[in-house]
């Protein structure tokens, strides 16, 4: 069962334009959210986060839109730079027994093209 | 530098044979993780551990084992009962347990099984 799904396992961007990325997930219960890039052949890297309090948050070029009632967040990247082109994956977070578990979605190849 | 380290980068062993894969932190993290990463995957996660000489199960623990005898290490056994080893495994370590403390990654090992 697939709690947190990225339906679009790739994605082609111009450089200097708005990369969107999305993540729909099934658990009420993930009250925090956050987004994970990834080159190959090395670990994830922390990139935003979002509470499930806020609707927005902006980290320079990277904002997070949280939609609760349609259970769906997005990341937006503005300006698209080459160096942007990554693996993403976004991730909820679920407190179980008082430990933090990250359920990870499939991830989204992103590619920035000049 | 504080970090994640993981070693080796590479690890090939034949069937049949267990084999330890090594995760040490020096950021005074409490928590510590193990997830397996699948080509078109999300991360999966294999153990994790809030407190030293206490670990649980995460959602594919068949066929491995941990310890954690130090707050900074946390190894993993790949066992011969694994059916799929093949993979990129990824330590992570958090900050706080039962609160919202995002979890940094390790560069990875990536195990071949021949």
């Known amino acids: 069962d697939q709690q947190v799904k990225q339906n679009s396992p790739s994605l082609s961007v111009q450089e200097g334009r708005i990369s969107i990325l999305n993540c729909d997930y099934t658990n009420s219960m993930f009250d925090y959210f956050l987004w994970y890039k990834k080159y190959p052949a090395e670990g994830p890297t922390f990139l935003i986060s979002?509470?499930?309090?806020?609707d927005k948050n902006e980290d320079g070029r990277f904002t997070v839109f949280l939609n609760k009632s349609a259970k769906h967040l997005s990341l937006h990247i503005v300006p698209s730079q080459p160096g942007d082109s990554a693996v993403y994956f976004c991730a909820a977070i679920l407190i179980i027994q008082g430990a933090q578990k990250l359920v990870f979605g499939q991830g989204t190849r992103l590619t920035i093209n000049p | 530098d504080g970090g994640i380290t993981q070693s080796p980068k590479y690890l090939f062993r034949k069937e049949g044979q267990n084999v330890t894969l090594s995760c040490e932190q020096n950021?005074?993290?409490?928590?510590m993780y193990w997830y397996r990463q699948d080509p078109g995957q999300g991360l999966r996660l294999i153990y994790y551990?809030?407190?030293?000489?206490?670990?649980q199960k995460g959602d594919i623990a068949e066929g491995y084992s941990v310890s954690r005898e130090k707050k900074e290490s946390f190894p993993l056994t790949v066992t011969s009962a694994q059916k799929n080893p093949t993979a990129f495994y990824l330590c992570?370590?958090?900050?706080?347990?039962?609160?919202?403390?995002?979890?940094?990654f390790g560069p990875g090992t990536r195990l071949t099984v021949l």
């Open positions: 979002i509470s499930s309090i806020k």
């Open positions: 551990s809030q407190i030293v000489n206490d670990f």
């Open positions: 992570a370590s958090s900050t706080l347990t039962g609160a919202r403390g995002t979890q940094y």
């Open positions: 950021l005074n993290h409490d928590a």
